[in-house]
């Protein structure tokens, strides 16, 4: 089952999750010019923990390194830091801690650079495991002119259970 799940998590990500690491100069016009579709995989390490039914602190923080794709092939790389979570009070359950491993698979429309995937999302969430479990979000943002989607599956180790809409942050690791 876990190999399963592994297998899915990492087919969401496609070839993009293994995407040349060169790194795009974004202020370079040739660069950007023509490129409105950006695929993009994302694996990621992290931790969820904490207390949280409607009043309380539920928060996963995760590492890693956002490789997208153009439609035109041009390829970008960007380490990053993946925070969800935010206010005390919101419509989140969740109690335990986990350790988690994942891949997602963005999507981003009508934007010239990736770095415009960077910033925040409305997430809907799931997670659960008593020793083993698994997770899953899908988050969308949604600004003038552009739309992203993010898919998410995440192999978790630990305890406990959550689920939830909250805010999902991607920063850029300096």
């Not at 990500?13 to 950006?38: C, K, P, Q, Y």
């Not at 009070?89 to 009508?110: C, D, H, M, N, R």
Request: glycine share 14%; net charge positive.
């Amino acid at each position: 089952m876990k190999k399963l799940i592994l297998f899915l998590a990492f087919g969401l990500t496609g070839a993009f999750t293994h995407a040349n690491t060169e790194a795009v100069v974004m202020n370079d016009e040739a660069s950007i010019a023509g490129n409105r579709l950006w695929a993009c995989g994302l694996a990621f390490k992290g931790t969820s923990k904490g207390i949280k039914v409607i009043v309380g602190h539920f928060k996963t923080v995760a590492y890693g390194t956002l490789k997208c794709k153009s439609i035109k092939g041009t390829r970008y790389s960007q380490d990053v830091k993946v925070t969800i979570g935010h206010h005390w009070i919101g419509p989140t359950a969740g109690i335990g801690y986990f350790k988690l491993a994942g891949a997602s698979s963005e999507v981003s429309l009508f934007n010239s650079s990736p770095d415009v995937i960077l910033g925040k999302y409305l997430v809907a969430q799931g997670e659960a495991a008593i020793i083993g479990g698994v997770g899953a979000f899908t988050a969308v943002k949604v600004g003038l002119p552009q739309l992203a989607m993010n898919i998410s599956l995440q192999l978790l180790h630990g305890l406990g259970v959550q689920v939830g809409i909250d805010k999902l942050t991607i920063s850029a690791i300096d």
